[in-house]
């Protein structure tokens, strides 16, 4: 199958600094990725949507000056999540599909701790 | 819009029995049904998918699951738990099969799967 890498897998930060984390798609070309966000024991929630070279659609309640999103070639998206607070602290995951694709495929996640 | 439900947040079977986790959804189009497993900090994994062909379909693992339009679910069963099944399982529905075409996946809250020797 499709293998989708995310890095870092776990990051540890400063209160009001910014992090970066990157998908990267490794055998297909990813014309649309996703970000979601997951608390513990909870379920993922869907932040944002980004198609290659578009501006990235948020979804209902997420800020995009926060966690702001690159796609910019096909097989990288980045997220990064600007001025931490430990409220940020989270396992986020991405997703990417290819053209016509009927299955998304996930990376391994980033647990950010913001301290 | 669409959401999923699924009812237990835990579910504790012993090794060799049926497991069945259940899923229902809402859609006010023909939906397309996921089927997802999650390890302890890792991403998830994709089990089996329902896109409108066969109801019964099945996936990796043994794994299967029965698409029913009039029950609206889309219940997870195994005949027999392994112990490496324990993990967090999680439905999910998306309006259209082409992810890159507006496909967004909506998770449920997750079931945890716990198998006992």
């Known amino acids: 199958g499709a293998v989708v890498s995310q890095h870092p897998s776990w990051v540890i930060c400063k209160s009001g600094t910014s992090v970066k984390i990157e998908c990267r798609s490794l055998?297909?070309?990813?014309?649309?990725m996703f970000w979601y966000r997951q608390f513990p024991k909870q379920s993922l929630m869907l932040m944002a949507t980004?198609?290659?070279?578009?501006?990235?659609?948020?979804e209902q309640g997420v800020e995009k000056d926060k966690f702001l999103i690159n796609h910019a070639s096909l097989t990288l998206s980045t997220l990064t999540v600007t001025s931490a607070h430990p409220e940020d602290s989270s396992f986020y995951i991405c997703?990417?599909?290819?053209?016509?694709?009927?299955?998304?495929?996930f990376g391994q996640g980033t647990r950010l701790t913001v301290v | 819009a669409q959401s999923v439900t699924q009812l237990g947040s835990h579910v504790s079977v012993s090794e060799g029995a049926l497991v069945l986790l259940r899923c229902n959804y809402s859609?006010?189009?023909?939906?397309?049904l996921f089927w997802y497993v999650q390890y302890p900090n890792q991403g998830l994994q994709l089990l089996l998918k329902?896109?409108?062909?066969?109801?019964l379909v099945k996936g990796i693992n043994g794994f299967e699951a029965e698409f029913k339009k009039s029950e609206t679910s889309f219940h997870l069963t195994k005949p027999s738990a392994h112990m490496s099944d324990a993990a967090e399982y999680f439905c999910?529905?998306?309006?259209?099969?082409?992810?890159?075409?507006?496909?967004?996946?909506?998770f449920g809250q997750g079931t945890e799967l716990s198998v006992k020797p």
């Open positions: 999910a529905v998306s309006h259209d099969s082409l992810f890159n075409q507006g496909g967004k996946l909506i």
């Open positions: 997703s990417a599909a290819g053209q016509g694709s009927t299955e998304a495929f």
């Open positions: 859609s006010s189009v023909p939906p397309y």
């Open positions: 055998d297909f070309q990813a014309t649309t």
């Open positions: 980004s198609n290659e070279g578009s501006k990235a659609t948020y």
């Open positions: 329902y896109t409108s062909a066969a109801t």
